[in-house]
């Protein structure tokens, strides 16, 4: 889907990047993600939205903690090679979600 409508010139935007308020556990405590932020030396927030920006979506994430918003905006030092984005990939539920 998202390839199909940045084809279009349409920009994507992830609307919860981290899962959101109250529900970001899942994501940041994910085997996966911490592994490959283990490797890169970061946290596994900043995996998430590099992931996000090296697929050309959009993110925007929501945090009252100026340590986390400082961390998210460091995101530009560390790119995820083509397995790392694979395996992101590969977490995927094909679940229904919602688009606005
Ligand atoms: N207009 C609307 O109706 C609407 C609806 C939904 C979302 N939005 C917008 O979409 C954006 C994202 O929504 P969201 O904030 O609910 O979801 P989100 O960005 O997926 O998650 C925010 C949660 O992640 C935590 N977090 C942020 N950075 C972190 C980090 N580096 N490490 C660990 N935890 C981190 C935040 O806690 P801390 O505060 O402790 O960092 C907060 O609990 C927001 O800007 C929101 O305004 C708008």
Redesign the pocket.
């Known amino acids: 889907m998202i390839p199909y409508i940045q084809k279009l010139g349409i920009v994507v935007e992830s609307?919860?990047?981290?899962?959101?308020?109250?529900h970001?556990e899942e994501l940041?405590t994910n085997e996966t993600i911490s592994s490959i932020a283990d490797a890169h030396g970061v946290?596994s927030?900043?995996v998430i939205l590099r992931w996000d920006i090296q697929n050309g979506v959009i993110v925007?994430?929501?945090?009252?903690?100026p340590e986390?918003i400082k961390?998210?905006l460091d995101i530009f030092g560390f790119e995820l090679i083509d397995d790392e984005m694979e395996q992101i990939k590969a977490l995927d539920r094909d679940e229904k979600h919602d688009w606005y």
């Open positions: 609307w919860y990047p981290l899962g959101g308020r109250g970001t940041l946290t927030a900043q925007m994430p929501g945090s009252s903690n986390h961390e998210n």
